[in-house]
């Protein structure tokens, strides 16, 4: 387990997932992030690739060739290695091995930074293109922040603020995780969504339009909350388990199968592509209050 502290925030993160375990404010005396009961979800903060959401049958086609994958796929339970440490940055690197050849066949380097800046975090992806073809991919986030935040409050104290106001629809998700391809009416005019666990007893939000580049968790009975920014991220998806004491804000470049996919990964919707040596950047922050 790594340790990241300056006079504000300390965050402990482990080398399997490169995974965000705890986020503690010293100013307020809060841990932001869910614990990982497993009687709800043993996950905290996930880094999700080379897919993000599921794939039909749990296989995709390329080359000719089928492979098994599992949704999110596998980074989340891989170990990663320290490559860079500072007083306020940690970097952690995955590799393609044996393993993961067999289920996605693409030499690869990702590589996630933590940065702290006063009582805001930065979480940097690098994917690098290691092969000399063409290489497919997609990556996403998966932070699950307490909610409720503070004792005394209630789940339904809390909701979600857009910084825009959102006209859009939400894609569904059937019971094996697959894309519906019918969107459902979901925010009309509006910059706010109450949180009810209802809302996520057929499974995450799913939204492809957002006008917004930051959502905060907030509550009219505490000044305490978190703000996740997603500059550039295309896709959102908002969850929780079922009864479950969190909430998901899930920044993502790419998303599940549709019901009627070709399986085909280079059709995939959503998907990346990256030239033989070149790198793919992206980043997305918590802030906390």
Known sequence: ????????????????????????????????????????????????????????????????????????????????????????????????????????????????????????????????????NKMWFSIGAHPAFKVPLVEGTRFENYFLSFNRFENTARYPLNKEGLLKEDPEIFLQNTNELPLEKSLFYDDALVFKTLESTSISIESEKTPHGVTIEFKGFPFMGIWSAKDADFVCVEPWHGIADSENTSGKLERKEGILSLDAHKTFNANWSISLF
Request: overall charge negative; charged content about 20%; proline content about 3%.
């Open 1 to 132: 387990m790594y340790k990241l502290e300056n006079e504000i925030l300390s965050i402990s993160i482990a080398t399997k997932g490169a995974e965000i375990q705890s986020i503690y404010n010293k100013n307020t005396h809060l841990d932001y992030l869910w614990d990982g009961n497993p009687s709800f979800w043993s996950k905290r903060s996930p880094i999700l690739f080379p897919i993000v959401g599921g794939l039909k049958n749990n296989e995709y086609s390329f080359n000719h060739h089928t492979y098994q994958l599992s949704r999110h796929g596998f980074a989340r339970d891989k170990e990663f290695t320290v490559i860079r440490q500072s007083a306020d940055s940690i970097s952690f690197s995955l590799q393609n091995d044996e393993e993961t050849l067999l289920k996605y066949p693409f030499h690869f380097e990702l590589v996630i930074t933590y940065t702290l800046q006063e009582s805001k975090i930065d979480i940097a992806y690098s994917v690098t293109n290691n092969g000399s």
